[in-house]
C-alpha cells in the first residue's frame, strides 16, 4: 500500500515549470484559461509540500524503513510524530513568514544600494540556501519546502524581480545539474525489460490525468476551452514527482525499478507535452467550427467563465495600484523627468532609484522650513511648491529639486518651501546625497555648478518681491 501511494503521487502533480514554458510560447499566461492551470499546479505543489512534511512521520505506518525520529509504529506514537512534526513546521512558517518579510527586503535592498551586482546576486543565493539548509538542520523541515518558503520571503521585496532577473542564470545551472542527476539515476535499460509498464505509465500520465482533469473541470460548469487546457496543462509529471520519488526511495518505500519508471514517464511526458497543447487546441478549434457544440460546451457554460475573468481583472487592477503605490521611478523614466541625471549610466540610474524615499504632501503643507537643519534634498515628481526667500516667492514644478544648496554648505535652510497642490517628491537623505556625490563627481559639479548660479541669481536681486521662476538655493 505504501509503495503504490507514493508511486500515485509522484505520478499525480505535474510540473509547473514545463507549463509556464508552454504558456509563454503560446502567450496565454495572462490568460483566464492560463491562469485556471497555473492555479491548479500551484495548489498541486502546495499539496505536494505538505506530503513532503508529512511523508517522514508516516514511513512507519506506510512499511517503509523509519529513521531514528520516526521510529514508533503504535497509533500514540504516530499522534506524538505528526503533533511534533506539525509543531517544528508550524513555528518554522510563522518565523519566516513574519520575520521574513520585515527583514529580508530591507537586507537587499541595503546590498542593492551598494550598486554591486556581483554582491547581490550572492546575497539571494546565499538568502535561499540559508533558509533551506536552517530549516533542514533547526526545524527537520525538508531541503524542498525551505526553498520553497525561501521563495515567498524574497517574493515579497520591491527587488524580487531584480532578483529573479539576476538569479536566471544560476537557475538555468541548476536546473542543468537537476536534469543531469535525474539522468544518472535513470536506467535506460528499463524502456527494453519493461516496455508495457513503461507505456501503462506513460499513458496514465498523459490519458489518465488528462481525462479525470478534463471531466472535473467540466462538471465544474467550465467551457470545454478551460478544460482542454487544464487537461493538457496536466499531462506531465516534473520536479516534484523527482524529489519525492528520491524521498521515497530513501525511506524503502520505492524500488529502484519504480523510481526508473518514475523518471521515464516524466521525460517522455515532458517530451510529448507539446503534442499534448497541439492535440487540445486542435480539439478546442473543432469544438468551436461547430455551431451546435459551440452553444453546448461554451457558450452556455460562459456565466461562471465571465464571473472569473472579472475576478482576475479586478486582482489584476488592486495589484497595480499596490505597485504604483510603493513604486518611484525605471531608470529612464528617472532620465525623462529629471534631465539632470541624463549623465550617469542606466545602472547608476538604477541604483540611484534604490536610494530614494517617497514623500507626499498635501496644499499648503510646508515642506522645509528656515533655520531647520539640512537633512534631505527634495525631487519634484508631480505638483508645484513655492519657495520663499528674502521676501521672493519662486514657483518650482516638476523635474526641479530643492534642498541641495544647504546639504552643499552644511548650513541651516534659508527659505521656506511650501506645496502648492498634491505633491510627490523622492527625497533623498544627507547621507545619500553625499554619497552618491562622491561615487559620481560629475553629478556633483552639474549640481553644484546650478546650485551656485541660483545663489548668483539671489545675491543679484536681494531686494525684489513678488514670483519668480529662478531656482533659489534651499
Not at 4 to 25: I, Y
Not at 30 to 54: F, H, P, Q, S
Not at 420 to 437: A, E, I
Request: net charge neutral.
Amino acid at each position: 500500500f505504501g509503495s503504490g501511494l507514493v508511486f500515485g503521487l509522484c505520478l499525480s502533480v505535474a510540473s509547473t515549470v514545463v507549463l509556464l514554458k508552454a504558456l509563454e510560447e503560446s502567450n496565454t499566461v495572462e490568460t483566464a484559461n492560463g491562469r485556471i492551470a497555473i492555479g491548479w499546479l500551484i495548489v498541486e505543489d502546495l499539496a505536494m509540500v505538505l506530503v513532503l512534511v508529512l511523508l517522514p512521520a508516516l514511513v512507519p505506518v506506510l512499511g517503509g524503513k523509519a529513521s531514528p525520529d520516526h521510529g514508533a509504529e503504535s497509533a500514540h506514537g504516530l499522534l506524538v510524530s505528526l503533533t511534533f512534526t506539525f509543531l517544528k513546521v508550524s513555528a518554522f512558517v510563522a518565523l519566516v513568514l513574519v520575520v521574513g518579510p520585515r527583514v529580508l527586503p530591507w537586507l537587499l535592498r541595503q546590498v542593492a544600494r551598494t550598486g554591486s551586482r556581483e554582491l547581490f546576486t550572492l546575497s539571494v543565493l546565499a538568502i535561499a540556501l540559508g533558509i533551506a539548509l536552517g530549516s533542514a538542520k533547526l526545524f527537520g523541515v525538508s531541503f524542498a519546502l525551505g526553498a520553497f518558503f525561501a521563495g515567498v520571503v524574497l517574493s515579497e521585496s520591491e527587488l524580487s524581480h531584480k532578483a529573479a532577473a539576476n538569479s536566471l542564470p544560476l537557475q538555468d545551472a541548476f536546473a542543468v545539474l537537476f536534469f543531469v542527476s535525474v539522468g544518472m539515476l535513470f536506467d535506460p535499460k528499463i524502456l527494453v525489460q519493461q516496455p508495457l509498464m513503461v507505456a501503462g505509465v506513460l499513458g496514465l500520465i498523459v490519458v489518465g490525468k488528462s481525462v479525470v482533469a478534463l471531466g472535473i473541470v467540466l462538471i465544474l460548469g467550465y467551457p470545454l476551452s478551460t478544460a482542454l487546457m487544464v487537461s493538457a496543462a496536466l499531462a506531465q509529471i516534473g520536479e516534484f514527482s523527482f524529489i519525492l520519488a528520491g524521498l521515497g526511495q530513501s525511506y524503502g518505500l520505492l524500488s529502484a525499478q519504480a523510481l526508473s519508471l518514475i523518471l521515464a514517464g516524466a521525460l517522455m511526458s515532458i517530451t510529448l507535452n507539446p503534442l499534448t497543447f497541439a492535440a487540445a487546441n486542435w480539439a478546442d478549434a473543432v469544438v468551436q467550427s461547430r455551431p451546435s457544440w459551440r452553444r453546448r460546451f461554451e457558450e452556455m457554460r460562459v456565466a461562471k467563465f465571465s464571473s472569473l475573468e472579472r475576478d482576475l481583472a479586478a486582482g489584476r487592477e488592486r495589484a497595480e495600484q499596490r505597485a504604483a503605490e510603493h513604486r518611484t521611478f525605471t531608470p529612464q523614466e528617472l532620465v525623462d523627468r529629471f534631465p539632470v541625471f541624463a549623465g550617469i549610466t542606466p545602472e547608476q540610474r538604477e541604483v540611484l532609484v534604490l536610494h530614494f524615499l517617497p514623500r507626499a504632501a498635501q496644499p499648503g503643507e510646508r515642506v522645509i522650513r528656515a533655520g531647520d537643519p539640512a537633512d534631505a534634498v527634495y525631487f519634484i515628481a508631480s505638483g508645484t511648491v513655492e519657495v520663499s526667500v528674502g521676501g521672493r516667492k519662486i514657483k518650482l514644478g516638476p523635474g526641479d529639486f530643492f534642498g541641495e544648496m544647504a546639504l552643499l554648505s552644511s548650513q541651516v535652510r534659508s527659505a521656506d518651501v511650501t506645496a502648492l497642490d498634491y505633491g510627490k517628491f523622492l527625497k533623498l537623505t544627507t547621507r545619500d546625497f553625499r554619497f552618491f556625490l562622491r561615487r559620481h563627481p560629475s553629478l556633483r559639479a552639474q549640481i553644484t555648478a546650478q546650485a551656485e548660479q541660483r545663489e548668483k541669481m539671489n545675491r543679484e536681486s536681494p531686494g525684489s518681491s513678488g514670483e519668480s521662476e529662478a531656482k533659489p538655493p534651499v
